[in-house]
């Protein structure tokens, strides 16, 4: 099973609103990741998490907050957004942190923030 | 340092001719080298990819791609287009040394003419 599942698919929020973004694998991957992919462009990556600790922050806003609460699952929790954060968020998992391991990505949530 | 510069934006094909996309890559280590595929509100899957085993890989639904060092570049093919194949396609380099960072090409759009 190369399976990576997303929740919801679609989210439409208001910019004082709180939602979250969930994530789950069950590969037995330790690393997991958050992209952001605006229309037209390549995916661009949020956070990186490696045996459930967050390994690397792109510089992303306080905003989006992310959790990893075991290995199997993440998420990304959303306060305040802009409309200019509407995008497609996908999430990943490989078997390890380090270039030599292929990503499997889920299919991405779809959010419109009005 | 990565990088990765797809030559094309857009590419079409009649049905049942060969796909060519063209990927050259910059990285100052051994790279690892993937092709994924992203077809409209969806996803990204993992096509291929190239760890330094054989230069030819061989990936899902009939495509390769041939890695040479010389060139440095890591283009896809596929002998005969299928509608189906009408998509996305990314060129993704990522170091070996480090943290799991794929570095993205700006994508290709395939158009398959019927």
């Known amino acids: 099973d190369t399976e990576v599942t997303q929740t919801p698919k679609h989210l439409v929020m208001g910019m004082t609103n709180k939602k979250s973004l969930k994530c789950e694998q069950h590969?037995?991957?330790?690393?997991m990741y958050w992209y952001k992919q605006k229309a037209k462009k390549p995916p661009e990556l949020m956070f990186v998490y490696s045996y459930e600790k967050l390994s690397i922050n792109e510089s992303v806003p306080s905003r989006f907050s992310p959790e990893c609460p075991n290995s199997s699952l993440l998420n990304l929790h959303l306060h305040a957004l802009q409309p200019e954060d509407s995008a497609l968020y996908l999430c990943?998992?490989?078997?390890?942190?380090?270039?030599?391991?292929?990503?499997?990505f889920g299919p991405g949530t779809r959010l419109t923030v009005t | 340092a990565q990088s990765v510069t797809q030559l094309d934006s857009h590419v079409s094909v009649s049905e049942g001719t060969p796909v060519l996309l063209r990927c050259n890559y910059s990285s100052s280590y051994s790279p690892s080298l993937f092709w994924y595929v992203q077809h409209p509100n969806k996803g990204l899957q993992l096509l291929l990819k190239?760890?330094?085993?054989?230069?030819l890989v061989k990936g899902i639904n009939g495509f390769e791609a041939e890695f040479k060092k010389s060139e440095t570049s890591f283009h896809l093919t596929k002998p005969s287009a299928h509608m189906s194949d009408a998509a996305e396609y990314f060129c993704?380099?990522?170091?070996?040394?480090?943290?799991?960072?794929?570095?993205f090409g700006t994508g290709t759009r395939l158009t398959v003419i019927p």
């Open positions: 990943a998992s490989s078997q390890d942190e380090g270039g030599f391991y292929e990503q499997y």
């Open positions: 590969m037995g991957h330790r690393a």
């Open positions: 993704v380099v990522s170091d070996r040394t480090g943290a799991n960072n794929l570095f």
């Open positions: 190239y760890t330094s085993a054989a230069t």
